[in-house]
C-alpha cells in the first residue's frame, strides 16, 4: 500500500508569489491534515480536511488555504509569499476525522527568497 | 489552550543503553492523547508510540515504553536497548479527545544521537 505522497518534494520562490502544494493520502483515507515545521516556531498545524470540509484550522493568516478533492487528494495555498513562510510542510492521512493513528509524508521544503 | 514542553534539545546514548526523553504538558481537559513521535533524516514522522490520558497503565512498544503521570502532566519516553537506528528528532505530541480532529499540539523536540 503506497504511504501518504507529497509534491513537489523542494520548491523555490520569490516573495509576492503564490505556491499549491498537494497532498496525496493513502488509499481509503479520508482524512488530510496539514502542518509547517520551522527551526523558529516548531511544528504547527495548519488545517484538517475530511470528506471535503474543513473540519479544524490553525491560527494562521487567511494566506495560507486549502482544499479536499473526492477523492481524497488535498492542495494547500499560500498566497502573497512571505520569507517567514520557508518551512517544511507535512501532510498527515487518516481513515477518518480523530482517528487517532496518523500517517505523514515526507514533506514539502519551501524556500521564500 | 495546550502547550508541549521538551525541556531537553539534545541527548546522547550509548548503543544498546538506555535513555529517557522528558515531555510536560498543560491542559485543562481531563481526556486526551499523548503521542511520541520520530523524524529521522528522511523527514517523515512516524508513530512511535501512544497513551491514552484515561488508561493508568503505561503504554509499552517492544523497546519504547512510557512513563505517563496525568497529575504531574509528565509523558516521558523510555528507549531500551538503543540503536543506531534510534537517531532522529523526537516529539512530544498532545491530542484533545473531544473536537480537536487531528489536531496535534507538538513540543520543540528532542534530538537524540546514538554513539556506536
Known amino acids: 500500500k503506497a504511504g501518504v505522497t507529497q509534491t513537489p518534494r523542494y520548491l523555490i520562490k520569490t516573495r509576492g508569489q503564490q505556491v499549491t502544494l498537494s497532498c496525496s493520502p493513502i488509499s481509503g483515507h479520508r482524512s488530510v491534515s496539514w502542518y509547517q515545521q520551522t527551526p523558529g516556531q516548531g511544528l504547527q498545524f495548519l488545517f484538517e480536511y475530511f470528506s471535503e470540509t474543513q473540519r479544524n484550522k490553525g491560527n494562521f493568516p487567511g494566506r495560507f488555504s486549502g482544499r479536499q478533492f473526492s477523492n481524497s487528494r488535498s492542495e494547500m495555498n499560500v498566497s502573497t509569499l512571505e520569507l517567514g513562510d520557508s518551512a517544511l510542510y507535512l501532510c498527515?492521512?487518516?481513515?477518518?476525522?480523530?482517528?487517532?493513528?496518523?500517517?505523514f509524508g515526507s514533506g514539502t521544503q519551501l524556500s521564500v527568497l | 489552550a495546550q502547550t508541549v514542553t521538551q525541556s531537553q534539545p539534545e541527548m546522547s546514548v550509548q548503543e544498546a543503553e538506555t535513555v529517557t526523553l522528558s515531555c510536560t504538558y498543560d491542559t485543562s481537559e481531563s481526556d486526551y492523547y499523548l503521542f511520541w513521535y520520530k523524524q529521522p533524516p528522511s523527514r517523515q514522522m512516524i508513530l512511535v508510540i501512544r497513551q491514552e490520558a484515561y488508561k493508568q497503565q503505561n503504554a509499552t512498544e517492544n523497546r519504547f515504553s512510557v512513563n505517563f503521570q496525568k497529575a504531574a502532566k509528565s509523558f516521558s519516553l523510555k528507549i531500551s536497548d538503543s540503536q543506531l537506528g534510534d537517531a532522529a528528532m523526537y516529539f512530544c505530541a498532545y491530542r484533545g479527545l473531544y473536537n480537536a480532529g487531528n489536531m496535534l499540539t507538538f513540543g520543540g523536540g528532542t534530538r537524540l544521537m546514538v554513539k556506536p
Open positions: 498527515a492521512s487518516s481513515l477518518a476525522a480523530g482517528n487517532e493513528k496518523l500517517f
